[in-house]
């Protein structure tokens, strides 16, 4: 099955700082992209990969799950840590989830968390009817695109396949369990307007880590997919500042610091 145009996934060589963008659910490496190129102008290594059963259609993500979501971002962790000193995970809302578990599953492998807008949770009387419902119903409407920016738009799908929202339902709760495991460093970067996650899930995380070392910073010009919006800029700015502080190599190789 063909790629979405811009749906495609990221890699770029830099130096010696690793850092892990993980995309959102029906989302793609587009909603990341810039933040990624960003990065990578800064000479960091940076990978950003096209998660199972995204970027093409519905359908391919019915046949996926959490598991196969994670698999892949659990690979890619292990292909910087190979050829990085430090690394780093960051994530957008489930790709939030996506950070933090790899934060509570590799410990001092990696060296800090950027999340924005980080899903904790499936909520409303939906998330208790998914066990049945997705045998009966195939799709509800998707949910790509919360973005206050005019003519801003992310590539996502649609529809919401129910089978693949269900196992999501399942993977944060897994993720919930294991946020107590999640020591490094966190910076936690969320919009007030956010019309798909509520502020209720960045105050989970936030209170379920053991992170002593923890920044919030609110993004009050940006709906979900901040980083495809007004606080985009600030949103790359703020996690390049939190990598330096944390990775004092960073910057000593002539272009690091450039940009």
């Known amino acids: 099955m063909p790629l979405l145009p811009g749906a495609e996934p990221f ?3 830099g130096g010696e700082i690793g850092v892990l963008l993980c995309h959102g659910f029906t989302g793609s490496p587009q909603s990341l992209r810039p933040w990624a190129e960003y990065l990578a102008e800064r000479d960091l290594t940076v990978s950003l990969p096209l998660l199972p059963g995204h ?5 391919d993500l019915q046949l996926t799950g959490w598991q196969d979501w994670y698999a892949e971002v659990d690979r890619e962790l292990r292909a910087l840590s190979e050829r990085c000193t430090q690394v780093f995970v960051a994530g957008l809302s489930m790709g939030g989830a ?3 578990r790899l934060a509570a599953k590799h410990g001092d492998a990696i060296s800090g968390v950027v999340v924005v807008n980080p899903a904790n949770k499936v909520h409303g009387l939906a998330a ?3 066990p049945v419902a997705r045998h009966l119903v195939r799709t509800t409407k998707g949910i790509a695109s919360d973005i206050a920016l005019p003519g801003s738009v992310e590539i996502g799908y649609d529809r919401v396949p129910l089978h693949a929202a269900h196992s999501l339902r399942r993977f944060f709760q897994q ?3 294991e946020l107590p495991q999640v020591t490094q460093p966190l910076l936690l970067l969320r919009s007030p307007q956010d019309h798909v996650v509520p502020p209720a899930d960045s105050a989970r995380v936030l209170s379920r880590i053991s992170s002593t070392d923890v920044q919030e910073i609110l993004l009050e010009q940006s709906y979900h997919v901040a980083t495809l919006d007004h606080d985009a800029d600030r949103i790359f700015a703020e996690s390049f500042a939190f990598i330096g502080r944390l990775a004092p190599s960073l910057g000593k ?3 690091a610091a450039g940009g």
């Open 11 to 13: 890699r770029h060589e």
């Open 55 to 59: 970027g093409t259609r519905w359908e």
């Open 98 to 100: 996506l950070a933090l």
């Open 128 to 130: 208790y009817a998914l």
């Open 175 to 177: 993720v919930d369990g």
């Open 253 to 255: 190789e002539g272009t």
